[in-house]
Structures are given as C-alpha cells and as structure tokens.
C-alpha cells in the first residue's frame, strides 16, 4: 500500500567515523511519505548512529541528507526540529525538574501578552497524552513517573507536532504490552495522514506488526531493504547476524533436570502491603525460576524483597534452610544473592570509565579496595565476560559512554555476572539488546545454571522464559497466583495463569 | 497541592517560614524595628545585592555561576564616577556606558561558555580579575560625583510612603528586577529554557532547544544586571570606589541558594532568591540595631543559615528521589 508514494527522506552515501570506530560506512536509506519504516541491526550495528546523523546531533563525515528534494545539512537537534524531523532518541531524554506538561511542550508555548500560556501548554499536554490513551496529572514533575510512563511521554512529546518525518528510536524498550498497542494504533494513524515514520526495536513481533518495510545495517553498512511481507523472519535474523539463524535455535534451551534436597532460598507466604502478597517459593542450588506477569503486576516489587531492598510484612523468609528474621540488602549480598535491575539506566553505568571499569566496580567493591585486582587479572576477568555476552567492540579499555546502548547493556550485565551470586536476580535483562545477544545470554544462564548457581529470571517475552527457566511464578495484581514446574511450562499455559479468573 | 507539586514548592516555603520568623523575631527583641522605614530601608541597602542576586539565580539555574558581578560593581561604579567627575558626560550617558561595558562583558563570558565549553567558573573568575584590573586603572581614589542632575532625579530622590518611610530611586530599580526577573523566569521560553539546560543539557539539546544562545543570553543578562548593580552603587552611594561589593558575588551566591535555588541547577525561583537577600538582610539590620556585636557576626550567622539550608536541601532531595511511581 505504501509502494508507490513520493520519497520524503533520502540518505545518500552516509559515512560516520569516532576515534577508532567507522559507525557508519556508505549507508543509503530512503523513507517514503506515508510508511513505517523498520531499520533493524545487531547491538552496535550503528543504527542511532544513522539517526543522530539525520537528526543534527552529529554531522556526517560523508554523504548528504535530502528531506522533500531538499539538501540539508543540520548542525543540531533544533535545526532538523524546524526542518520537520521529530525524534525519540534511544535514551529517554527528558528533563525531570519539569512538569509532564513543560516535557511535552517545551519549546513550541503558546504565548500571550502575559507570556506562556500555562492553562494552554497543560491543555494541549493533556491532549498529546490522551492521543495515548494515557491520563497522567501533567502538573507533575517528570521525575514522579516510572521509566515506562517517561518513555510515553517522550513519544507524545514527539508526536505533538506537525512533523514530516517521525523517528522512533526503541521506543518500546520499556512499555507493555497495552501501551504498545496505543503507539502502534498511533503510528498507524499518523501513517495514513502521510507521515514517514522509521521504527527502530529489537523485537521482531513489533517489526512485522507495523513495518510496511525493512532496512537491515550490519557493522555500519547497509545490508539491504525489504518489503516486510517478503521477508521471512529467519532469513531477516540471518540478515542481520550475518550467519544462519538456525545455530541461534539450537543454543540454551533449558534442560528439565535438577530438583535437589536444600533449596537455597525459600519464601512462605511472603507479602508487603501494597506490593505484593502472597508468595511462595522455592529456589534450589541450579536453578532458574521465571517472573512472570504483566508490567506492575509485582515481578519487580518481590525481586526487591528478594534482594532486601524492601522488607517483607508478613510471612515466612528461609535462606539454607534457615529462617531469617531480619534481612537487608547487605545481607543479601553477603549470602550471595545479586541483582540486576530493571533500570539499569539509573542504577548506571560510569560514562567515563573504561567498560573494563565498569564491568569489575561491584566485584572489586565486595572484595574490599585494599585488595585492589591486579591490571592482567582484570583484563582477563572482565575481557572474558565481555566475550561471553558479546560486547561489541571488544577492546575492553574504551570509556563505556562510546558503546551503543544495548552494548552498555550487557555490560552492566557483566558487572553482575562477575560477582558470581549464588542467586542472581535478572529483571529484565534482555531489554533493548539484539537476537543474537538474546541467546547468548540465555545460554550463559543456562551454562552458569549447570554449575550450580541460580537465578531469578524476570521477562515480559514469554518465549524466554519458557526457554529458560525450571519453574515459573506467575503474578496477577500484586499477587502470586501460581507456580508452574517442568513441562507445564508452556506460553499457552502462562498466559493462561496470567488471564484465569481475572472476572 | 500533590506531594509531588508540594515537594517542588517546599525549599522556598522553609525559606518564607524563616525569613518571617527572623524578621518578626528582631521586631519583638528591638523596638522600631516593625517600622515601615526599617522594611523600606532594607530594599535600598540591600538593592544592588538584590539586582545581582537576580542575575546570579538565572546563571545557577542553568547549572553555572558568575564570580564577576562583585568586581563588575566596583568597574562600572568607578567607571561611572570618573566618566561624571572628569569627562563631564550628562549622568544618563555616564550610567549608560558602564551597562553597555557589563552588557559587553556578559556576552564575552557567555560564548566563552557556550560555544568553547569552558568551565564557568574559570571563565567567570577570570572576569573577576579583569574587571576589578579595569576599575584599578580607571582610579584608585574614591570619587564623589558633584553632578546637579546626578543629585536632583537620581541620588537624593526618595518618594514618601509614610512621614518616614521612604522609597528610593535604588530600592524601585531592584522591585523591578525582581518583578522582570519572576516573569522571565516563569512565563518565557527564555525562563523556561533555562530551567531546561538546569535540567539536564543534553535532553534540552535533543529536544532541539537553543542552549547556546539561552546561556549566551544568561551571561548576558548577568553581566548586564552586574552593571546596573553598579549604577544602582553609584546612585546609592554617591561615589565610584574601585574596591567596593569586593566578595559581593559570594553574598549573591548564598542568597540564591538560601532561597532554594539548587547549585547544580535546574531548580530555585527568583522570588526565593528575594526572600534569601530579604533574610541576608534582616540578619545585618539586627545585628546593627543591637549595637553591641560585631560585623562579623552577620557572617557567622549567614554561614550557619547557608550550611542549615544546604542540609534541608540534600533531605529534599533524598525524598525527592524515594521515587512517588504513579
Ligand atoms: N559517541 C561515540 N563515540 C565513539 N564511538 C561511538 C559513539 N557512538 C557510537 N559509537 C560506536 O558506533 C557504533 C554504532 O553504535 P550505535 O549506537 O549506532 O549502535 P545501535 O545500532 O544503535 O545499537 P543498539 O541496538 O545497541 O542501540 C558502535 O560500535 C559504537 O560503539
Ligand atoms: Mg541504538
């Protein structure tokens, strides 16, 4: 349907080079009025690269970008804004000192003889909002929301304006799926008025659900452009890794072995008024147990108490067998339970240090500073985590703000993995990182699994949490509903528990 | 009020709270001190800390500082004395280069900034050092200005409230500094775009707002109130001193952030800086109407104020970031 509309973004031989990194060599791209455009790539495949060069954050080093039939050469952001590019970046970039409404509407007030309009600007953000299906108290500030509703109103800031091009930059990475439904409904509107929309994620459902057609970029080049309906999925993964994706298939799929004698952590009946009740659960040495449940259903509230960053007000906590009275996070991390959080943005990566740095900071912590990890045995601790989780590119010594996002990612995976928990807790952790790097990280679970260590495995893609885990906890409204074991594991049967009586 | 709106209004609440409680504090402990000529005195001895402390809440805002409006004070007075004195320039034109000179100063200190990213306060400090050179070399001497017109509609006019209290030509410029600066601050894109860079520079960049020329403009406007700081000092005073408001930048500063304006920026308000120059200057009333203390002892108190509001502050913060999830 959108095969014959007139070109409104043509990139025409787009080259990008950082100090020992070519992001981009020769790319083409071209967007149609009235499409969505997917533009897809491993982690590091220099796909924001391509949209911060678009968009006037950088200036190309070669190549030229043509919007309608005119050249531009956008020198920043507000440039490229003017000219009718409206933009989500993959950071959420917003201001939190300021309310929902000034986020959405900064920068285009309406104004009166008595200045901005403020009655207007928070009537108008109540509309971008509700484009949304979103009703959010827009005197608020920013930093009240979750990461989600952030991210929501990042999108209706970006949708609130009369732009030619819209760009997407994983704008899902944190949504559910009902607020993703509401984007997609948007995206489909704003596709019939004539928008070019380009779309950037990591999952490929998405990709099929609303993509008219396909750009794949693999190690800053242009690999190709596809109708959607002509390319089937695998061929697209292949496209993408540059190998076939059959071998993904074969790796880390959970064995149905293990139940042994002393769990390592038990839970009876464990609850905190006003986040979640209820739960009940077992984790033996060499296990991985899943969360699952949609977003706010308390997956990420029993993490916490898990790791005793909140404290539990009813029920029984055993850890070896033993009940534990009183429990924080201290504790936690001496008996070896680890966490890795949802928000990773926050929990944070140092910009400026080496990924090396980042990678070794909580072991060397826990280790004590005295004890400081001779410069070889870092390099080799953390050059061979960033090799097993494929961080890209591998020279361990680059400050980790140089990485894209999904490579941040699984650094900071790594910094986990490093401290070698007992238990590790995993909220999230395949968020905004590639296929390929998906299984990866599956398949180290499952490797780390057989060497007795356990994990907690929280995901909103089913199909990972069938692939990975022994037994599956599924929430429901803040409480713990039920808890599925071996072959009972199934997609059907989760989303099953997750929707069962819920008159 | 939501918790959230409450959170964002309580640093100039607690400032509101003590001023009052200070100011009433000295009424009850002093006699004539409830008077409206103590109040409206105030806004004249406070007037030029007031005008710069405006310019500096706008320059922290955005995440900076400005070290050079006490030395711009002391250039532009002297500047002003000597063009009057010596050069025999109408006063309008011997107030009137000086702004054009901390305009100019402003502007220089703004696109060091901006477009170069030096940080702002080498930059500022460096404008420290070369204003107070400037006002050395104009003249170390202190120059009274005779000027009839200077005396007649500007030095000597004062309007009557009551019998006593009275209003100066100085206390109305900082009224409507004051004013101007609430406005911009509240309800322009400039004000707003300010609490932006405050925010976080980088998203106000990527939402495609113009940072560099709101913080050229901040600089701007801060060397420009310096200036009329200054030309508010010579009309106050009578007299252009190269070595007068020495360290004034510093008392702009604790004013702001007493006020509730955070030095990493992004939060604070104008009026709370009038509040913080408001509680700077009751502290020194009192301690003048008591007569038996010292000077110094206005610094021992506005130390411990400062150190006080900076721990209300972190406490904030930290409730602030005890996350309020909807
Ligand atoms: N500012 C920078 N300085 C140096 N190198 C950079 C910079 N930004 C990106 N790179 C490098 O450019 C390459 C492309 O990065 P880019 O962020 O475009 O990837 P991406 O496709 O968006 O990946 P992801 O899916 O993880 O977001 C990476 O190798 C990255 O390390
Ligand atoms: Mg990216």
């Given at each position: 349907?959108?095969g014959?509309?007139?070109?409104?973004?043509?990139?025409?031989?787009?080259?990008?080079r950082?100090?020992?990194?070519?992001?981009?060599a020769?790319?083409d791209?071209?967007?149609?009025?009235?499409?969505?455009?997917?533009?897809?790539g491993?982690?590091?495949?220099?796909?924001?690269?391509?949209?911060?060069?678009m968009?006037g954050?950088?200036?190309?080093?070669?190549?030229?970008?043509?919007?309608?039939g005119?050249?531009y050469?956008?020198?920043?952001?507000?440039e490229?804004?003017?000219?009718?590019?409206s933009?989500?970046y993959q950071?959420?970039?917003?201001?939190?000192?300021?309310?929902?409404a000034e986020?959405?509407?900064?920068?285009?007030?309406a104004?009166?003889?008595?200045?901005i309009?403020?009655?207007?600007?928070?009537?108008?953000?109540?509309?971008?909002?509700?484009?949304?299906?979103?009703?959010l108290?827009?005197?608020?500030?920013?930093?009240?929301?979750?990461?989600a509703?952030?991210?929501?109103?990042?999108?209706?800031?970006a949708?609130?304006?009369s732009?030619?091009?819209?760009?997407?930059?994983?704008?899902?990475?944190s949504?559910?799926?009902?607020?993703?439904e509401?984007?997609?409904?948007?995206?489909r509107k704003?596709?019939?008025?004539?928008?070019?929309i380009?779309?950037?994620?990591h999952?490929?459902?998405?990709?099929?659900?609303v993509?008219?057609?396909?750009?794949?970029?693999?190690?800053?080049?242009?690999?190709?452009?596809?109708?959607?309906s002509?390319?089937?999925?695998?061929?697209?993964v292949?496209?993408?890794?540059?190998?076939?994706?059959?071998?993904?298939?074969?790796?880390g799929?959970?064995?149905?072995t293990?139940?042994t004698?002393?769990?390592?952590?038990?839970?009876?009946?464990v609850?905190?008024?006003?986040?979640?009740?209820?739960?009940q659960?077992?984790?033996?040495?060499?296990?991985?147990?899943?969360?699952?449940?949609?977003?706010?259903s308390?997956?990420?509230?029993?993490v916490?108490?898990?790791?005793g960053?909140?404290?539990?007000?009813?029920?029984?906590?055993?850890?070896?067998g033993?009940?534990i009275?009183?429990?924080n996070?201290?504790?936690a991390?001496?008996?070896?339970?680890?966490?890795?959080?949802?928000?990773?943005?926050?929990?944070?990566v140092f910009?400026e240090?080496?990924i090396?740095?980042?990678?070794?900071?909580?072991?060397?912590?826990?280790r004590?500073w005295?004890r400081?990890?001779?410069?070889?045995?870092?390099?080799?601790?953390?050059?061979?985590?960033?090799?097993?989780?494929?961080?890209?590119?591998?020279d361990?010594?680059?400050?980790?703000?140089f990485?894209s996002?999904?490579?941040?990612?699984k650094?900071?995976l790594?910094r986990?993995?490093?401290v070698?928990p007992?238990l590790l807790?995993?909220?999230?952790?395949t968020?905004?990182?590639d296929?390929?790097?998906?299984?990866?990280?599956?398949s180290?679970?499952?490797?780390?699994?057989e060497?007795?260590?356990?994990?907690v495995?929280v995901?909103s893609?089913?199909?990972?949490?069938v692939?990975?885990c022994?037994?599956?906890?599924?929430?429901?409204d803040?409480?713990?509903?039920?808890?599925?074991?071996?072959k009972?594991?199934?997609e059907?049967?989760?989303?099953?528990a997750?929707?069962e009586?819920?008159? | 009020?939501?918790?959230a709106n409450l959170?964002?209004?309580l640093p100039v609440m607690i400032t509101?709270?003590?001023?009052?409680?200070?100011?009433?504090?000295?009424?009850?402990?002093?006699?004539?001190?409830?008077t409206?000529?103590?109040?409206?005195?105030?806004?004249?001895?406070n007037s030029?800390?007031g005008?710069v402390?405006?310019?500096?809440t706008?320059v922290?805002?955005?995440?900076?500082?400005?070290?050079?409006?006490g030395?711009?004070?002391?250039?532009?007075s002297?500047?002003?004395?000597?063009?009057?004195?010596?050069?025999?320039?109408?006063?309008?034109?011997?107030l009137?280069?000086?702004l054009?000179?901390g305009?100019?100063i402003?502007y220089?200190?703004g696109v060091?900034?901006?477009?170069?990213?030096?940080p702002?306060?080498?930059?500022?400090l460096?404008?420290?050092?070369?204003?107070?050179g400037?006002?050395?070399?104009?003249?170390?001497?202190?120059?009274?200005i005779?000027?009839?017109?200077?005396?007649?509609s500007?030095?000597?006019?004062?309007?009557?409230i009551?019998d006593k209290?009275?209003?100066?030509v100085?206390?109305?410029?900082f009224i409507?500094?004051v004013?101007?600066?609430?406005?911009v601050?509240l309800r322009t894109?400039?004000?707003?775009n300010?609490?932006?860079?405050?925010?976080n520079r980088?998203?106000a960049e990527?939402?495609?707002l113009p940072?560099?020329?709101?913080l050229i403009?901040?600089y701007?406007?801060?060397?420009f109130?310096?200036?009329?700081?200054?030309a508010?000092?010579?009309i106050?005073t009578?007299?252009?001193?190269?070595t007068?408001?020495?360290?004034?930048?510093?008392?702009a500063?604790?004013?702001?952030?007493?006020?509730?304006?955070?030095l990493?920026?992004?939060?604070g308000?104008v009026?709370?800086?009038?509040?913080?120059v408001?509680i700077l200057?009751v502290?020194?009333?009192a301690i003048?109407?008591d007569?038996n203390l010292n000077?110094w002892?206005?610094?021992?108190?506005?130390g411990?104020?400062?150190m006080?509001?900076m721990?209300?502050?972190?406490?904030?913060?930290?409730a602030?970031t005890?996350?309020?999830?909807?």
């Amino acid at each position: 349907m959108a095969g014959e509309r007139p070109t409104c973004l043509q990139l025409t031989g787009i080259g990008k080079r950082f100090p020992g990194v070519v992001a981009l060599a020769g790319v083409d791209f071209d967007l149609r009025q009235g499409e969505i455009h997917a533009l897809l790539g491993e982690n590091g495949a220099g796909k924001s690269t391509l949209i911060k060069v678009m968009t006037g954050v950088y200036t190309a080093d070669d190549g030229t970008v043509d919007l309608n039939g005119k050249q531009y050469a956008f020198k920043t952001p507000q440039e490229a804004v003017n000219a009718g590019i409206s933009t989500v970046y993959q950071e959420v970039n917003l201001l939190p000192n300021l309310s929902i409404a000034e986020n959405i509407c900064l920068g285009r007030e309406a104004k009166g003889a008595f200045g901005i309009k403020w009655n207007d600007v928070r009537a108008r953000a109540v509309k971008a909002l509700a484009r949304l299906d979103l009703k959010l108290d827009v005197k608020a500030p920013l930093s009240s929301l979750s990461i989600a509703l952030q991210q929501m109103v990042a999108i209706a800031r970006a949708l609130d304006v009369s732009a030619k091009v819209l760009v997407l930059d994983e704008p899902t990475s944190s949504l559910d799926a009902h607020e993703v439904e509401q984007l997609f409904a948007t995206m489909r509107k704003l596709r019939e008025e004539g928008l070019g929309i380009i779309f950037v994620t990591h999952f490929l459902d998405q990709v099929y659900a609303v993509s008219d057609r396909i750009t794949i970029l693999r190690n800053g080049q242009k690999i190709g452009v596809w109708n959607a309906s002509e390319l089937p999925r695998l061929e697209l993964v292949s496209q993408m890794i540059g190998r076939d994706a059959a071998v993904l298939e074969s790796q880390g799929t959970a064995s149905l072995t293990t139940e042994t004698s002393t769990p390592f952590l038990t839970f009876e009946g464990v609850g905190r008024k006003g986040a979640i009740e209820g739960v009940q659960l077992n984790i033996g040495p060499g296990q991985v147990m899943g969360f699952a449940g949609l977003l706010g259903s308390g997956r990420s509230e029993t993490v916490r108490l898990i790791f005793g960053a909140d404290t539990k007000d009813s029920g029984n906590f055993l850890l070896d067998g033993r009940t534990i009275q009183r429990f924080n996070q201290r504790k936690a991390i001496l008996s070896g339970i680890g966490l890795c959080p949802e928000d990773r943005k926050k929990e944070g990566v140092f910009p400026e240090l080496s990924i090396r740095e980042n990678i070794l900071v909580v072991y060397q912590a826990k280790r004590g500073w005295l004890r400081k990890l001779s410069l070889p045995k870092q390099k080799q601790m953390a050059g061979a985590l960033a090799k097993d989780l494929g961080v890209h590119p591998p020279d361990i010594e680059r400050p980790i703000q140089f990485l894209s996002g999904g490579n941040q990612q699984k650094a900071l995976l790594a910094r986990w993995m490093a401290v070698e928990p007992r238990l590790l807790l995993l909220d999230e952790p395949t968020r905004g990182i590639d296929v390929g790097a998906k299984f990866e990280i599956m398949s180290l679970v499952s490797k780390q699994r057989e060497e007795g260590r356990s994990f907690v495995f929280v995901s909103s893609e089913l199909t990972e949490v069938v692939r990975t885990c022994q037994s599956v906890l599924v929430m429901r409204d803040r409480k713990a509903i039920k808890t599925l074991t071996g072959k009972e594991i199934t997609e059907d049967s989760i989303i099953h528990a997750i929707a069962e009586d819920s008159k | 009020m939501s918790r959230a709106n409450l959170q964002a209004k309580l640093p100039v609440m607690i400032t509101a709270v003590v001023f009052l409680a200070l100011y009433l504090g000295a009424g009850l402990h002093f006699d004539n001190f409830l008077t409206l000529r103590v109040f409206f005195n105030q806004f004249s001895t406070n007037s030029f800390l007031g005008i710069v402390a405006v310019g500096m809440t706008f320059v922290i805002l955005t995440g900076g500082i400005d070290l050079s409006v006490g030395s711009m004070i002391g250039c532009t007075s002297i500047m002003a004395a000597s063009l009057m004195k010596f050069h025999h320039v109408h006063p309008l034109v011997g107030l009137g280069i000086p702004l054009l000179f901390g305009i100019l100063i402003g502007y220089t200190q703004g696109v060091l900034v901006a477009k170069f990213s030096l940080p702002p306060f080498l930059v500022t400090l460096a404008g420290l050092f070369f204003c107070r050179g400037v006002a050395l070399f104009i003249s170390q001497e202190t120059l009274n200005i005779e000027d009839e017109f200077f005396k007649k509609s500007l030095s000597e006019v004062s309007f009557h409230i009551t019998d006593k209290a009275t209003v100066s030509v100085p206390s109305i410029i900082f009224i409507l500094v004051v004013a101007v600066g609430m406005f911009v601050s509240l309800r322009t894109p400039f004000g707003r775009n300010v609490f932006a860079i405050g925010g976080n520079r980088q998203s106000a960049e990527l939402m495609g707002l113009p940072v560099r020329k709101t913080l050229i403009g901040v600089y701007t406007l801060s060397g420009f109130l310096g200036a009329l700081g200054g030309a508010v000092f010579t009309i106050f005073t009578s007299s252009g001193n190269a070595t007068s408001a020495t360290g004034l930048e510093l008392d702009a500063i604790a004013a702001a952030v007493i006020g509730g304006t955070l030095l990493s920026g992004g939060y604070g308000s104008v009026f709370g800086t009038l509040l913080g120059v408001g509680i700077l200057g009751v502290v020194q009333t009192a301690i003048a109407f008591d007569g038996n203390l010292n000077s110094w002892w206005t610094k021992i108190v506005i130390g411990a104020l400062l150190m006080a509001f900076m721990l209300v502050q972190k406490g904030i913060e930290r409730a602030a970031t005890r996350k309020v999830t909807v």
